[in-house]
């Protein structure tokens, strides 16, 4: 496989990782400020992927289509919402600071639901980056390799975040450093396996890329909007998270401007 694909679906687990990490050298468990600085972050990011990445490539590429060029973006948004939507009932997880689970009742571990949680977010960007990919891949799209790798370091940035919401928390409850950090650099494995099974598919899903790219750009835009977008703001009032929001927010934005 292309070296450069090969670096693109890494460097978003990478970051996961590293921000993993953050467990086996911070003594105490994430200040609440800090978290939703983190969220807010991280939330901004995925918007601005979403519309810059995703939906506008989505709505040019049906250009052919005229005044109408808009609808398999429309159509592919609303299937990502669903999508998560119907993973959300149908998997086990807790979100953090939360303690009532959500999905069907089952007898899994908290520590464990906690994971299924991020994971389940992880879903979405692992698809985005996949599709991008194998847009520019097929050459047809008009997706340079450039704007695939701006996507693919915008998430990345975004993943060191979430890593240390994972891996800390589940630290404070009791699991080791060793096996929080574990946990949550494995929560971000998904990313990479679901790019790869997406681009091993990207003869058959480039016909259809408009709606991909927007139904990842949907799956994102419900993750903000059902988790990161409440947890950066519950609690006392605080304008942090939303400053941090308008700074991941632009620096996606800048990204794929300037590589794309």
């Given at each position: 496989?292309?070296?450069?694909?090969?670096?693109?679906?890494?460097?978003?687990?990478?970051?996961?990782?590293?921000?993993?990490?953050?467990?086996?050298?911070?003594?105490?468990?994430?200040?609440?400020?800090?978290?939703?600085?983190?969220?807010?972050?991280?939330?901004?990011?995925?918007?601005?992927?979403?519309?810059?990445?995703?939906?506008?490539?989505?709505?040019?590429?049906?250009?052919?289509?005229?005044?109408?060029?808009?609808v398999?973006?429309?159509?592919?948004?609303?299937?990502g919402?669903?999508?998560?939507?119907?993973l959300?009932?149908?998997?086990?997880?807790?979100?953090?600071?939360?303690?009532?689970?959500?999905?069907?009742?089952?007898?899994?571990?908290?520590?464990?639901?906690?994971?299924?949680?991020?994971?389940?977010?992880?879903?979405?960007?692992?698809?985005?980056?996949?599709?991008?990919?194998?847009?520019?891949?097929?050459?047809?799209?008009?997706?340079?390799?450039?704007?695939?790798?701006?996507?693919?370091?915008?998430?990345?940035?975004?993943?060191?975040?979430?890593?240390?919401?994972?891996?800390?928390?589940l630290?404070?409850?009791?699991?080791?450093?060793?096996?929080?950090?574990?946990?949550?650099?494995?929560?971000?494995?998904?990313?990479?396996?679901?790019?790869?099974?997406?681009?091993?598919?990207?003869r058959m899903?480039v016909?259809?890329?408009?709606?991909?790219?927007?139904?990842?750009?949907?799956?994102?835009?419900?993750?903000?909007?059902?988790?990161?977008?409440?947890?950066?703001?519950?609690?006392?009032?605080?304008?942090?998270?939303?400053?941090?929001?308008?700074?991941?927010?632009?620096?996606?934005?800048?990204?794929?401007?300037?590589?794309?």
């Amino acid at each position: 496989m292309n070296m450069e694909v090969v670096r693109g679906l890494l460097i978003p687990f990478i970051g996961t990782t590293a921000g993993a990490a953050c467990v086996l050298f911070m003594k105490n468990q994430l200040n609440r400020k800090v978290e939703r600085l983190l969220q807010g972050f991280a939330a901004g990011v995925m918007v601005a992927a979403s519309i810059w990445s995703l939906l506008i490539p989505a709505i040019e590429q049906s250009s052919y289509l005229g005044q109408w060029s808009f609808v398999p973006a429309v159509i592919g948004f609303w299937i990502g919402i669903l999508f998560l939507l119907l993973l959300d009932k149908v998997i086990p997880h807790l979100h953090l600071n939360s303690d009532a689970p959500e999905g069907p009742k089952k007898k899994v571990s908290k520590t464990t639901m906690m994971v299924l949680a991020v994971t389940l977010h992880n879903i979405p960007e692992g698809m985005a980056v996949g599709v991008v990919y194998a847009g520019w891949l097929s050459g047809s799209s008009g997706i340079t390799a450039a704007g695939a790798l701006a996507l693919s370091l915008g998430i990345a940035i975004q993943n060191f975040p979430e890593g240390a919401i994972i891996s800390m928390p589940l630290h404070s409850e009791g699991c080791s450093k060793g096996k929080s950090f574990w946990y949550g650099a494995l929560s971000g494995a998904v990313e990479p396996i679901g790019a790869l099974l997406t681009i091993l598919f990207s003869r058959m899903i480039v016909p259809a890329m408009p709606y991909l790219l927007s139904f990842a750009a949907g799956a994102m835009m419900y993750v903000v909007v059902e988790e990161l977008i409440p947890e950066m703001s519950e609690g006392e009032h605080s304008n942090s998270g939303t400053l941090a929001f308008a700074f991941g927010m632009t620096l996606m934005m800048a990204l794929d401007v300037a590589l794309g």
